[in-house]
C-alpha cells in the first residue's frame, strides 16, 4: 500500500467526525481490495483501534463502529491469532467487538478460542470467549458442548451467566436428531442445577436454554414434562404455589412452558 495512502487513512481513521471516519473506512476497503485480505497487517491495525470507542458516549459514531467490525470479519480466519490477543486488551467495548468478529467469522474460529480458553486462568477473558463462541452461527460449535458445561458451574458470575446462555445457543444450531445423548444429558442436568441459582439472570437463561433444548426438538417426552414441572415450579401453578420472585425469570418460564407439549 503507497504510503500516501496509508497516512490519509490512518489520518481520516483518528478523526472525531463520523463522516471523516466514514471516509477513512471507504478508502481502507478500497485498498483491501486492491492488496487482498492477507496482506492488509496494517490496515487491520488502524481499523480495530475504532473498538476502543465509547458509543455510549459518542452514539453518533456508533454506525462507523459497526462499519469497522464488517471490515475487519471480511479479513477472514488468517486475523484469528490477533482478534484472539485482542481479547485480553482489558477494555470491555474493544472486548465485545472483537467477541463479534470472531463469532461473525464462524466455525474457523472455534479451535481457536477453545484453546484460548484453557490456556487462560482468567476468568474475565474465559467469558469473553464463551460470548463469542455463543456469537458462532454453526452446528460445529457443538464441541465446545463440554466446555460451556464447565464454565455454566464457574464460580465466576459472568462467566456462568454467559455459558448459561451459550448452551441455549447452541441448542438452536445443532440440528435435531444429531445431539449426542451424553452431551445432551450434561446440557440438562447443567442446566437444571442453575434454575437454583442465587443470581436471577442465571436462573431466567437457564430456563431460556431448557427451552430452547425442547423448542429445536432435542428433547424427549419424559424430559418436556420435566422442563415443564420446573416451569410450572417457577410460576408458582405446581401444588406448592411459590413461584420465582424475579419478573424475569417468570417470563423466561411462561416463554419455555410453551415448548414443553
Keep these: 500500500m503507497p504510503d500516501d495512502s496509508f497516512r ?3 489520518a ?4 472525531t467526525k463520523p463522516e471523516e471516519i466514514r471516509k477513512g473506512l471507504d478508502l481502507a476497503a478500497i485498498e483491501i481490495t486492491k492488496l487482498g485480505a492477507s496482506e492488509s497487517a496494517p490496515l487491520f491495525e488502524m481499523i480495530t483501534t475504532l ?11 456508533a454506525p462507523v463502529v459497526d462499519y469497522a467490525i464488517n471490515l475487519a470479519v471480511g479479513f477472514g480466519p488468517w486475523i484469528l491469532p490477533m482478534l484472539i490477543e485482542r481479547l485480553d486488551a482489558g477494555d470491555i467495548k474493544a472486548q465485545w467487538a472483537v467477541a463479534h468478529v470472531l463469532g461473525r467469522i464462524g466455525p474457523a474460529s472455534i479451535d481457536p478460542m477453545m484453546k484460548a480458553y484453557e490456556a487462560t486462568d482468567d476468568l474475565t477473558l474465559r467469558a469473553f470467549i464463551m460470548y463469542a463462541l455463543g456469537k458462532i452461527k454453526s452446528h460445529e460449535i457443538g464441541k465446545a458442548i463440554g466446555m460451556a458445561c464447565d464454565a455454566a458451574r464457574s ?3 459472568e462467566l456462568r451467566d454467559t455459558a448459561t ?3 441455549g445457543k447452541f441448542a438452536e444450531l445443532i440440528p435435531a436428531g444429531t445431539l449426542p445423548d451424553e452431551a445432551k444429558q450434561m446440557m440438562i442436568k447443567c442446566l437444571h442445577d442453575n434454575l437454583s441459582d ?3 439472570s442465571v436462573r431466567a437463561k437457564a430456563i431460556r436454554s431448557l427451552g430452547k433444548l425442547a423448542k429445536f426438538r432435542h428433547m424427549t417426552k419424559s424430559e418436556r414434562d420435566r422442563l415443564r414441572s420446573s416451569c410450572e415450579s417457577i410460576l408458582g401453578s405446581d401444588e406448592k404455589g411459590e413461584w420465582d420472585r424475579a419478573f424475569i425469570v417468570r417470563k423466561e418460564a411462561e416463554e419455555a412452558i410453551s415448548h414443553s407439549d
Design 155 to 157: 464460580p465466576h458470575l
Design 198 to 200: 442465587a443470581n436471577a
Design 51 to 61: 473498538f476502543y470507542i465509547d458509543v455510549l458516549d459518542r452514539p453518533e459514531l
Design 165 to 167: 446462555r451459550a448452551l
Design 12 to 15: 481520516l481513521l483518528s478523526s
Design 8 to 10: 490519509t487513512i490512518r
